[in-house]
């Protein structure tokens, strides 16, 4: 199987009807030394979506994230995670949603065996069974520290973390950056599995367009630190070309893609 092998796009799941959308961006606003890196961003994620934020490098894609996961206290405006506050709230958001940064955000001297004892402790719902069958899918040694893995099974690792405690929102930056052609099939592999088989919600950054195309049902695209794009995808590729890489290009004003 190739790279390029196609793959149905996951079905959204029919949200609860009590359930509050699992993201609610609301003239969200974020600084850092004086500069706004994020100015003014409003946009919702339903249930069931797979949601991608796009745009170049530095748009702000990555401190959107942060905010996401309660690591970054916006300068303005509002970030809801199924109905609360990301900052204020984000203990109680937590068993939630499950996250896989760009690196890895855990200590590095630690096996992916003693994390996941320590994770099996931390959340009710955890399944030992998924959590083993990914690590084994990329070949992961349990004992060895995750300081000596590759790029694509210290991504493994992080993605069975993310994963292993059921999560209702699963958080994406750039999973696939850096990873060769065998491992970003095998992690797009992983989410379309998951997906299927759970309907729980996607958030994701990328750089990797013909991933994003395969698997997203919507998008945002940030240029110059605001949202100029926003919707469906297929409904965007319909007016902009046919292909995700052509809505990229009209939103950015046709600059080179990143």
């Keep these: 199987m190739t790279d ?5 796009r996951p ?3 029919s949200p609860p009807a009590t359930s509050a959308p699992p993201i609610v961006a609301n003239a969200l606003t974020v600084g850092y030394g004086g500069r706004h890196v994020l100015d003014g ?14 745009g170049r490098n ?3 894609k990555t401190t959107f994230v942060r905010v996401l996961a309660g690591l970054h206290r916006p300068a303005g405006g509002r970030l809801e995670v199924f109905g609360r506050d ?3 709230e984000r203990v109680a958001i937590a068993h939630r949603v499950g996250y896989v940064a760009e690196a890895p955000n855990v200590p590095t001297d630690r096996s992916s065996s003693s994390l996941a004892a320590l994770c099996r402790h ?3 719902r955890w399944d030992d069974r998924l959590v083993d069958d990914i690590l084994a899918r990329f070949d992961v040694p349990s004992r060895a520290p995750i300081a000596r893995l590759s790029r694509g099974q ?9 994963l292993g405690h059921t999560p209702d929102l699963l958080v994406f930056d750039d999973p696939t950056l850096g990873l060769d052609i065998v491992a970003r099939r095998d992690v797009f592999d992983v989410l379309i599995g998951e997906l299927a088989d759970r309907g729980c919600t ?8 013909n991933l994003v195309e395969r698997l997203a049902t919507r998008i945002a695209i940030l240029h110059d630190h605001r949202l100029v794009v926003e919707g469906a995808l297929d409904d965007l590729k319909a007016t902009a070309g046919g292909s995700l890489e052509s809505v990229f290009r009209a939103a950015i004003g046709r600059e080179r893609v990143a």
């Design 41 to 54: 961003i409003s946009f919702v994620v339903g249930c069931g979506d797979v949601f991608a934020l796009l």
């Design 86 to 88: 990301a900052w204020h």
């Design 11 to 13: 079905v959204p799941a």
């Design 122 to 124: 931390l959340y009710p």
């Design 58 to 60: 530095g748009a702000g």
């Design 4 to 8: 390029n092998a196609q793959h149905p």
């Design 202 to 209: 996607v958030f994701l950054t990328s750089h990797d367009l």
């Design 154 to 162: 210290r991504t493994a690792v992080m993605l069975a973390l993310a």
